[in-house]
């Protein structure tokens, strides 16, 4: 959905106040939001990588986000992996993620995969995002 038809999509009051620096960049600006607010991006891994990513993701308003992982937060993980905190250490990193995520953007939908990857689900759980 490169190219999605944002007629269908609004952006609301919390949205101008939440994005409101995006708004006012050329390279932006509503149109862009809306693209933004209409994305959907699958991330596999929460790792030293997908955490950084997850939460600039959430934090510039993707509408949806996937997220492929089936390991647990280990404290080994901590100083690279931003996304999880020392409380979710032996929880999921899936679980970690999302709430991490709804802390910064409530409005993000997060679905979640806690399953490896492989060739025998990856076209199933890539087929609904534009970007992986």
Known sequence: MLN???STVELTKDDYERYSRHLIL?????EGQKRLK????????????GSPLL????AA???RLGIVDFDVVDSSNLQRQVIHGTSWVGKPKIQSAKHRILEINPYCQVDLY???LSAANALEI???Y???
Do not use: F
């Not at 209409?38 to 990588?49: K, P």
């Not at 939460?55 to 959430?58: D, G």
């Open 55 to 58: 939460l600039y993701l959430a």
């Open 61 to 63: 308003g993707v509408g």
């Open 4 to 6: 999605p038809d944002l």
């Open 114 to 116: 806690e399953t490896r």
């Open 38 to 49: 209409a994305a959907s991006v699958l991330c596999i891994g929460t790792g030293g990588l």
């Open 126 to 128: 890539m087929a609904d």
């Open 26 to 30: 050329p390279e932006v600006g509503v």
């Open 130 to 132: 534009d970007i992986v």
